[in-house]
Nanobody, 123 residues
Framework: QVQLVESGGGLVQAGGSLRLSCATS??????MGWFRQAPGKEREFVAA????????YYADSKKGRFTISRDNAKNTLYLQMNSLQPEDTAVYYC??????????????????WGQGTQVTVSS
C-alpha cells in the first residue's frame, strides 16, 4: 500500500522559510511533486522532480523561491520554501506518479496523494 506522509507545515511570518517533507512507503515512482490548494481555489502545481532527481519542474511563479529535492535513500521528498508571502498560504500536498511523462505539471499526472499539510503565512 502506498503511503505519502507530509510534515513541516506551520505558521510563519512573511519573508520566512519552511521546509516540507514527504515520507514515502519506499516504492519506486517515476516522479514526485508538490501541489497546493488555497480555500476556494483549485489545486495548483508547485514543483516536481523525476525519480533520479536530475530533472525538476517548477510553476513559473515559484521558481527562485521554492526548491524541490529528494533523498531516495531516505525515501523522502522535500520542498524548501523561502521568502514566503501571505498568498502562499494553502494546504500543501505531496504527490507521486507511476506514469511516464515529459512534464509533471498537472495533477492528472499523479496517482498517489498525501493528506496535506497546512502552511499559513502571516503578514
Amino acid at each position: 500500500q502506498v503511503q505519502l506522509v507530509e510534515s513541516g507545515g506551520g505558521l510563519v511570518q512573511a519573508g520566512g522559510s519552511l521546509r516540507l517533507s514527504c515520507a514515502t512507503s519506499g516504492r519506486t515512482f517515476s516522479a514526485m511533486g508538490w501541489f497546493r490548494q488555497a480555500p476556494g481555489k483549485e489545486r495548483e502545481f508547485v514543483a516536481a522532480i523525476n525519480w533520479i532527481g536530475d530533472t525538476t519542474y517548477y510553476a513559473d511563479s515559484k521558481k527562485g523561491r521554492f526548491t524541490i529535492s529528494r533523498d531516495n535513500a531516505k525515501n523522502t521528498l522535500y520542498l524548501q520554501m523561502n521568502s514566503l508571502q501571505p498568498e502562499d498560504t494553502a494546504v500543501y500536498y505531496c504527490a507521486a506518479s507511476s506514469y511516464y511523462s515529459t512534464t509533471y505539471r498537472s495533477k492528472n499526472h499523479f496517482d498517489y496523494w498525501g493528506q496535506g499539510t497546512q502552511v499559513t503565512v502571516s503578514s
